[in-house]
């Protein structure tokens, strides 16, 4: 058994009195050199704390980075065209040296809908936008011929590899998504028996679709804070077959939970081989 450990960079926080704010660069490069194996850029336009454009932050992290890989966490294609959403999804795999994981979403409703309307895309059809979005971002992506939803045909150059598709979100129709499009799914906080749960219903919604069960990604997990028992508690998730976890920084000091993760990555390590 094996299990991914990747953290959040600095650039938001669902808390707008604490928004975490950091050097994306100094992030990115502590993040490599401690061993994670990836770091997640959050997505909007206007959340409920400050927070800095994603693909940016993926990009500036890939620059400065040689091994760990980028992630959106999660890209909400709704708020965007899909051929502009899949220009920038060539572009970071081609930056990055194909080292991308496309996270995507719906968007919580907890950041209401201003960022939407601000966008001039339509909050109430974001999931039906995302399944349009879905279907066709592989061609776009790698440079095939391409009609869009509505009848433009269109071809993107220079294509890329198309990197793999977690599809994020707690409820049915985020499962059904994940089985029907995408390589994985990401949930927030689940318990291992709840992923086992979760393990199963997915694999028979993909069935359905003729496609191989959905991997399963976890974020923000609730730890223990010494890393011995931290490190049981992911291999419990291990156990229950997720493929990875995505920690979030608790605060400005991400370079202390970037130590953290790295320190619950080791004695995992350890615990795995045994």
């Known amino acids: 058994m094996t299990l991914e450990i990747g953290t959040i960079l600095p650039t938001s926080t669902p808390d707008p009195a604490r928004p975490i704010l950091g050097d994306v660069r100094a992030s990115a490069r502590f993040a490599e050199q401690v061993g994670l194996d990836s770091v997640w850029s959050t997505d909007h336009l206007v959340a409920s704390a400050p927070i800095l454009d994603s693909t940016v932050v993926l990009a500036t992290a890939a620059a ?3 091994r760990v890989r ?3 966490s999660v890209m909400l294609l709704a708020l965007r065209p899909a051929a502009w959403a899949a220009k920038q999804i060539a572009t ?3 930056v990055s040296g194909d080292r991308l994981i496309l996270g995507v979403g719906t968007g919580n409703p907890a950041h209401g809908d201003v960022g939407w309307r601000a966008a001039g895309a339509p909050f109430a059809e974001r999931g039906r936008r995302t399944d349009e979005a879905l279907r066709v971002l592989p061609d776009l992506v790698a440079g095939r011929p391409t009609t869009l939803p509505d009848g433009t045909a ?11 598709v977690l599809v994020a979100g707690g409820g049915a129709a985020a499962r059904r998504r994940a089985a029907a499009y995408a390589e994985g799914w990401v949930t927030i906080g689940l318990e291992p028996d709840q992923v086992r749960a979760s393990k199963a219903e997915l694999a028979s919604l993909a069935e359905g679709y003729g ?8 974020v923000a997990p609730q730890l223990a804070t010494d890393p011995g028992y931290a490190a049981d508690q992911l291999a419990a998730y291990a156990d229950a077959g997720v493929e990875r976890v995505i920690l ?3 605060g400005a000091e991400w370079r202390a939970d970037y130590e953290f993760a790295a320190k619950i990555k080791e004695q995992l ?3 795995l081989t045994r």
């Open 269 to 271: 390590k350890t615990q």
């Open 211 to 218: 496609r191989r069960p959905p991997t399963v990604t976890i």
């Open 92 to 94: 970071l795999q081609y």
């Open 70 to 72: 980028i992630g959106y």
């Open 154 to 164: 269109v071809t993107l150059a220079p294509g890329a590899s198309m990197p793999p």
């Open 64 to 66: 400065v980075t040689d």
């Open 248 to 250: 979030a920084p608790s």
